[in-house]
């Protein structure tokens, strides 16, 4: 997106329905990021859960081998560090949004494939995947299968930056790669902190910057919640017809 103002998102939109075997999918794009979202439902929970009367959200995240510039190899033997690092993140912030209680003994996996990288991956990932999360829910809703919602509240995420001396929210790989500080933040629909993942690489900043970068991401967010909410009407609708 050309001439976008700093306190501006990147175009942002969500597809849902996108795998036809998955419970829960959504393909999210974030300017030119994408990322493939599907959350699988089972009833394997992990052994130290089994009996506990509680539920699992977890995540895995990978990128595919043209998702950048040039080809990333595919993780086949092991995961790499940044990739298990972002799927622990991702996982945490799901889990923020719902009552595992309410979940009962089921687990949900969601994972995150990046089809296309341009910044954001991480954040994109958080607010897709609860789109894909909340439709593998409502499914076991409908089927009776649970009972009450489990969703405490939605999480979405973004990120902010300073470039070039500039407060900058949402940053594409341009802004990242220049940026003197970044930060990448998790928040709930109520307006309440989940995460925050901050380094100042060139340099230190201010608390007052800092304080500053949190509002412009907490103002991102509540963008970034009318989309999914968007998105999820929008499966509702395609439901009933």
């Not at 942002?12 to 990322?35: F, K, P, Q, W, Y």
């Not at 929970?45 to 080809?71: D, F, I, Q």
């Not at 009552?99 to 089809?115: Q, S």
Request: charged share 25%.
């Amino acid at each position: 997106m050309q001439n976008r103002k700093p306190n501006q998102l990147r175009p942002a939109a969500i597809e849902t329905g996108v795998s036809m075997h998955a419970e829960g999918s959504a393909l999210i794009a974030m300017g030119n990021t994408r990322v493939l979202c599907t959350a699988s439902v089972e009833d394997r929970l992990p052994e130290w859960l089994r009996g506990k009367g509680r539920g699992w959200v977890t995540a895995e995240y990978g990128m595919l081998p043209r998702s950048t510039s040039t080809r990333v190899r595919r993780e086949r033997d092991s995961t790499s560090s940044r990739s298990l690092e972002i799927s622990r993140l991702i996982g945490r912030s799901l889990r923020a949004a719902v009552n595992l209680e309410a979940l009962g003994e089921w687990k949900i996996t969601v994972d995150c494939d990046v089809l296309q990288a341009d910044g954001g991956t991480r954040t994109a990932s958080i607010t897709g995947g609860m789109v894909a999360l909340e439709l593998a829910l409502r499914g076991l809703r409908d089927s009776g299968q649970i009972g009450k919602n489990p969703v405490i509240s939605r999480v979405a995420a973004v990120s902010v930056g300073m470039v070039d001396g500039v407060l900058q929210l949402d940053l594409d790989y341009a802004l990242d790669s220049r940026a003197e500080m970044d930060m990448n933040v998790v928040v709930n629909a109520k307006g309440e902190l989940v995460e925050i993942q901050a380094s100042a690489e060139k340099g230190t900043v201010s608390r007052q910057r800092f304080d500053m970068l949190l509002d412009l991401a907490m103002a991102g967010a509540k963008n970034l919640f009318a989309v999914q909410r968007q998105a999820l009407a929008a499966a509702g609708k395609t439901k009933t017809r």
